[in-house]
């Protein structure tokens, strides 16, 4: 028997680049050790954009057009749609009496979010809970690993508490802590080179941009400002180029002696650019090809078996949990 591991993503814009390095890879190695599943977070999405619905439905699609352009294969991994699992929104409810508004509100990841978004004197409760939230994604599964980055920890952190308290109240044998496998990769900076890549900034090279679109945002790319004349000894370390060349380009020697030239004050801006442009071109071309076979009937069909084999799971450990709880009347 496979081990279980579960991961997700907010459905609020394509996937990009940096998805593709930091997590997209590993699921596909994931899928033949472990029983993978992976969540389309519709839900969680929502704590923050329960305004501007489309944004999150009109992505739930494509984001799983991503997962199976690159690889990941719906016979060995399950995806599943958050918001048509109702159970998760139960189990929820259920977690928010075992957990305090202090300890909420010392989750890191949450803290930083309120200030990035401005949410300080008027924070939505919805938001504010959505760790609990995702306690309820990773246990009603019964996932053993989350494959995360090391911004999800508190998260891990807090379910496992959520977990030991539960079991504690209700029985000792009800829930099982899970472990997170973490993704050691660091987060690929944004072609301004100012913050991390991410669709929301318009900074991100998406899975299914055009070849036009890649190309025109490799030629934005941040490079170095005073490195004017091909004769100028140039920047590499921050230079945007050059940080996508180290991640995605497959000779590492020969990105070794570009970057000496460059130095050295050999090679233009143009040059670099074209480069790096012609490896991720090579990248995401079969990616591209991948997606076109993928039409949305068949994606749609795809989803709504994985969420219905998942909602089963779900629907096992609500059993167990109605039963610790003593929430059995008929
Ligand atoms: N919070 C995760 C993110 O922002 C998405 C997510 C939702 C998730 N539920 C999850 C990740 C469960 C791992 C496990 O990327």
Redesign the pocket.
């Known amino acids: 028997m496979k081990k279980r591991i579960?991961?997700?993503?907010?459905p609020t814009g394509g996937l990009h680049l940096g998805h593709y390095i930091g997590s997209l890879q590993n699921r596909v190695k994931l899928q033949n050790e472990y029983d993978q599943y992976i969540?389309i977070?519709d839900v969680?999405a929502l704590t923050d954009n329960f305004d501007n619905p489309n944004k999150i439905t009109q992505h739930v699609v494509e984001v799983a057009k991503d997962y199976l352009s690159i690889g990941i294969d719906p016979s060995q991994t399950t995806i599943l749609v958050?918001s048509q699992i109702p159970e998760i929104a139960e189990l929820t409810v259920y977690y928010l009496n075992l957990v305090t508004l202090g300890r909420l509100e010392r989750n890191p990841t949450v803290k930083s979010e309120i200030q990035q978004k401005g949410y300080s004197d008027a924070i939505p409760v919805g938001f504010f809970c959505?760790p609990v939230s995702?306690a309820a994604?990773?246990t009603i599964f019964q996932a053993e690993f989350?494959p995360?980055g090391d911004d999800?920890l508190p998260?891990i952190e807090q379910t496992n508490e959520i977990v030991r308290r539960f079991n504690r109240i209700y029985n000792r044998n009800a829930l099982k802590e899970c472990k997170a496998i973490l993704s050691h990769t660091s987060r690929l900076i944004g072609i301004d080179g100012k913050s991390k890549a991410s669709k929301s900034l318009a900074n991100a090279i998406a899975l299914s941009d055009t070849p036009e679109e890649i190309k025109q945002k490799v030629f934005q790319m941040y490079t170095d400002p005073n490195h004017i004349k091909v004769s100028d000894p140039g920047c590499v370390e921050g230079n945007v180029v050059f940080t996508y060349l180290d991640a995605f380009h497959p000779n590492k020697e020969e990105v070794k002696s570009l970057k000496d030239d460059y130095r050295r004050g050999g090679v233009g801006d143009r040059v670099i650019k074209n480069i790096l442009n012609d490896s991720l071109q090579l990248l995401l071309e079969p990616i591209r090809l991948a997606r076109e076979q993928f039409d949305s009937n068949l994606v749609k069909e795809i989803l709504q078996n994985g969420t219905q084999k998942a909602r089963e799971r779900a629907q096992e450990t609500m059993e167990i949990v109605r039963t610790a709880i003593g929430l059995t009347y008929f």
């Open positions: 579960l991961t997700g993503d907010r969540m977070a969680q958050q959505y995702q994604d990773i989350v995360v999800q998260m």
